[in-house]
């Protein structure tokens, strides 16, 4: 097996800072490589958090000025991750989440803080920090997205680069004008084969136009987006680089993930002791506040609140779901409009609705242990988290046919729908409610979700292939 060196490089990484599934992604991965025999390391911006956390910190080079201010690299460690951290306070030294404000709007330097983030990651595969010289360059999403651009545009010898979408719709677009003030030659901004779009420029879009090779989240995915809808302005480009573009699904942490030695739910089980979820969905309606029915389909719901996820789809779904007897346990956060009309229904209909709005890591782990079915009704989805950990919880899924969605969710595992309707969820939720009450055919779908493969076993090694691949090609 051949070693291979690969230097991540994300805006967040579970279990330090995070948003989203990318920051899952970045977390997990590095750790799943390594029964493959790739070293990974990630890159990841010295945010409070990631300050607070990190241990063995060694600093590697210090500048008077980088991007505008004094700036550190430094290599660490967190529970398991070797990390090297920009740390550069006025950039990243901000409370709360790492791309708004608190008032929920873009930070204005989103450009120049994401261009350095980047510019580092380079120059670490030119051989800044020589213990560790990386072979590939991985970069995660639109906030990477220059790193691939920088090593281009550096010229002479480099690593292999890797783009990974994660989700088409945030493209780190920014005024061309920017280019020349981070580093980049001017005409690049102009160049329809190198950072120009539409007018302006797109990290994302750099990314994909100049990187070795691509990624996305999953199959169903890489062929969606290669369509000008799914592409999202981007689908002639990912069309015209298809043979560059794979789909590898995302996996969950099954030590994280894990019904049996589960700290944060009530009662503790496996496939064996399935009879366990009911103390499980006993204890998730007491603290919800739903009334004690363990005979009513309790429907859960962990999701950003957007239009992408399709929760106004549910809340339209509303009268079957209470027309049948259902409940309902959400917990997200995201369109403020949502958020005030899941509160609104939750108090209009108490002990059968409860909206929690927020993100709380103990009860998202309880509603995969205590709710029967999980609902993630999204327009698109890339991947999907949730509906994996479902599985992994005997949690059944009723979801959208699409993207990774319809690779991990099939007929004999729980429920799928499209299109992607109010009225199609409905009927499925109908078709869920009258199964439910079929304890053996139930059972059946939660015992085929439990038997399963969502870990990142298997798809650590097609990373592993795709590196090593890559590797080659460019040393022949």
């Not at 805006?11 to 977390?27: F, H, M, N, R, W």
């Not at 389909?297 to 992408?308: A, D, E, Y």
Request: aromatic share 8%; proline share 6%; with cysteine.
């Amino acid at each position: 097996m051949t070693p291979a060196r690969v230097l991540a490089v994300a805006s967040e990484v579970y279990p330090i800072v995070k948003t989203g599934g990318l920051a899952d992604v970045a977390g997990a991965l590095p750790i799943a490589l390594k029964a493959h025999g790739v070293e990974m390391r990630t890159l990841m911006p010295g945010y409070p958090d990631v300050m607070r956390r990190l241990s063995g910190a060694e600093e590697i080079r210090r500048w008077p000025d980088y991007f505008g201010g004094p700036g550190r690299l430094l290599a660490g460690s967190h529970d398991g991750l070797d990390l090297f951290v920009l740390d550069v306070p006025h950039l990243y030294a901000r409370p709360g989440n790492p791309y708004v404000t608190a008032e929920g709007v873009d930070w204005p330097d989103n450009g120049v803080r994401f261009a350095a983030l980047s510019r580092i990651a380079a120059d670490i595969g030119h051989g800044l920090v020589p213990a560790f010289v990386p072979d590939v360059v991985h970069a995660h999403d639109w906030q990477a997205g220059l790193a691939p651009a920088y090593l281009h545009y550096d010229g002479g010898a480099r690593p292999g680069t890797v783009m990974t979408i994660h989700n088409m719709a945030y493209q780190g677009k920014f005024d061309r004008t920017l280019a020349g003030a981070i580093g980049l030659p001017w005409d690049a901004s102009f160049d329809v084969h190198g950072l120009e779009y539409f007018g302006s420029i797109s990290f994302l879009k750099a990314g994909l136009q100049l990187a070795d090779r691509i990624t996305t989240v999953s199959p169903t995915y890489a062929q969606e987006i290669q369509s000008d809808e799914g592409g999202m302005g981007l689908g002639g480009l990912l069309r015209e680089r298809a043979n560059a573009l794979s789909g590898i699904l995302n996996g969950i942490d099954i030590s994280v993930w894990n019904p049996h030695t589960d700290p944060h739910i009530a009662y503790r089980f496996s496939a064996e002791e399935l009879s366990f979820r009911s103390a499980n969905k006993a204890a998730l309606q007491q603290r919800l506040g739903l009334d004690p029915r363990p005979d009513a389909l309790l429907l859960g719901v962990i999701s950003r609140l957007s239009w992408q996820k399709g929760l106004d789809l549910l809340l339209e779904s509303m009268p079957t779901i209470l027309g049948d007897g259902m409940q309902l346990a959400l917990l997200g956060s995201g369109d403020a409009e949502l958020q005030d009309r899941y509160q609104g229904t939750a108090r209009g209909h108490p002990g059968r609705i409860a909206a929690v709005i927020g993100y709380d890591e103990a009860l998202a782990h309880l509603i995969q242990a205590g709710s029967d079915a999980l609902i993630v009704p999204s327009r698109f989805e890339p991947c999907g988290l949730t509906q994996l950990c479902a599985l992994r919880y005997g949690a059944v899924p009723i979801v959208s046919r699409v993207g990774g969605l319809a690779d991990t969710v099939n007929e004999t595992t729980g429920f799928t729908f499209g299109p992607v309707t109010s009225a199609n969820l409905s009927a499925t939720l109908g078709r869920a409610s009258f199964t439910y009450h079929d304890k053996a055919t139930w059972r059946q779908l939660q015992l085929a979700g439990l038997a399963t493969d969502v870990s990142w076993r298997n798809r650590a090694g097609e990373y592993a292939a795709l590196y090593r691949g890559l590797m080659a090609s460019r040393s022949a």
